[in-house]
T-cell receptor, first 112, second 117 residues
Framework: QQQVKQSPQSLIVQKGGISIINCAYENTAFDYFPWYQQFPGKGPALLIAIRPDVSEKKEGRFTISFNKSAKQFSLHIMDSQPGDSATYFCAASGGSNYKLTFGKGTLLTVNP | IAGITQAPTSQILAAGRRMTLRCTQDMRHNAMYWYRQDLGLGLRLIHYSNTAGTTGKGEVPDGYSVSRANTDDFPLTLASAVPSQTSVYFC????????????????FGDGTRLSIL
């Protein structure tokens, strides 16, 4: 049973556009929702994270939107740049399951 | 530079052979994790350790074993490699109190690319 569902699998955006990646979770005990960014040949690196006591968190061009009632959260990348081209993973943890459960990833390509 | 070191970076291995992937962290993190990454399947947890001397099974533990003799090292062993274990393996660590690791960011190494023939 996949506890974190991520979409789309791949995304192509033009430079300057907005990239949006969505995730949905099932476990209501989850209380930590990070996003990781992975470049080819490298390990994932924490990009931004949110807790369910806020509906939005913004760091530079990256924003997480969180909808607790719908059990959904999304990553928005404003003014997308070719350097943002990478694989993005959402994840969740919380309650007795403190280990991270990852989505299957989204390959983002930003065309110049 | 502080972080996680994984070795080897890549390996080709004959089926049936024994292999140990090494992972060392210098951040004094309590918790460590091993994941495998496969195309279309994302990151799946193999084993984890909350603190030195303890280990636990993740989502896909079969065919793998781990040990945690000290804080810094967390080796992953394939006792008898099979082709389905061909994957990219990532080690990660996170800090925080031993009782709760939620809300702690995980720091990843750059992976070991393992091919089993």
């Amino acid at each position: 049973q996949q506890q974190v569902k991520q979409s789309p699998q791949s995304l192509i955006v033009q430079k300057g556009g907005i990239s949006i990646i969505n995730c949905a979770y099932e476990n209501t005990a989850f209380d930590y929702f990070p996003w990781y960014q992975q470049f080819p040949g490298k390990g994932p690196a924490l990009l931004i994270a949110i807790r369910p006591d806020v509906s939005e968190k913004k760091e530079g061009r990256f924003t997480i939107s969180f909808n607790k009632s719908a059990k959904q959260f999304s990553l928005h990348i404003m003014d997308s740049q070719p350097g943002d081209s990478a694989t993005y993973f959402c994840a969740a943890s919380g309650g007795s399951n403190y280990k991270l459960t990852f989505g299957k990833g989204t390959l983002l390509t930003v065309n110049p | 530079i502080a972080g996680i070191t994984q070795a080897p970076t890549s390996q080709i291995l004959a089926a049936g052979r024994r292999m140990t992937l090494r992972c060392t962290q210098d951040m004094r993190h309590n918790a460590m994790y091993w994941y495998r990454q496969d195309l279309g399947l994302g990151l799946r947890l193999i084993h984890y350790s909350n603190t030195a001397g303890t280990t636990g099974k993740g989502e896909v533990p079969d065919g793998y074993s781990v040990s945690r003799a000290n804080t810094d090292d967390f080796p992953l062993t394939l006792a008898s490699a099979v082709p389905s274990q061909t994957s990219v393996y990532f080690c990660a660590s996170s800090g925080g109190p031993a009782e709760r690791y939620s809300n702690q960011p995980q720091h990843f190494g750059d992976g070991t690319r393992l091919s089993i023939l």
